[in-house]
């Protein structure tokens, strides 16, 4: 079974960057599609960004446009998610998700502070 774990969380100011990574076990990860989510206490799970296994097929939500962006290293069966010009509403835990195989990660927390 493919597991997925994410790394890279913490707390930082307002306007601060962080990266967030994400390995997936196994051999197929360069034909996975993979993708981050967020959630919060107050509301639903929520997309963040995907990438296409392809690595060329990238999606955003129009929040984070411009200042996030998803990669990938398929060598290292690693998905990244670099996060800048971080906003308190930014603040989430993040799940990395392989959408061919509906593999959760368990999540990391992500904390913006003005």
């Known amino acids: 079974q493919v597991q997925v774990t994410e790394s890279g969380g913490g707390s930082v100011q307002a306007g601060g960057s962080l990266t967030l990574s994400c390995v997936a076990s196994?051999?197929?990860?360069?034909?996975?599609?993979m993708a981050w989510f967020r959630q919060t206490p107050e509301k639903e799970r929520e997309f963040v960004a995907s990438i296409h296994s392809n690595g060329e097929t990238i999606y955003y939500r129009d929040s984070v446009k411009g200042r996030f962006a998803i990669s990938r290293d398929n060598a290292k069966n690693t998905v990244y998610l670099q996060m800048n010009s971080l906003k308190p509403e930014d603040t989430a835990v993040y799940y990395c998700?392989?959408?061919?195989?509906?593999?959760w990660g368990q999540g990391t927390q992500v904390t913006v502070s003005l």
């Open positions: 196994g051999r197929l990860f360069n034909m996975y599609s």
């Open positions: 998700y392989s959408i061919d195989i509906s593999a």
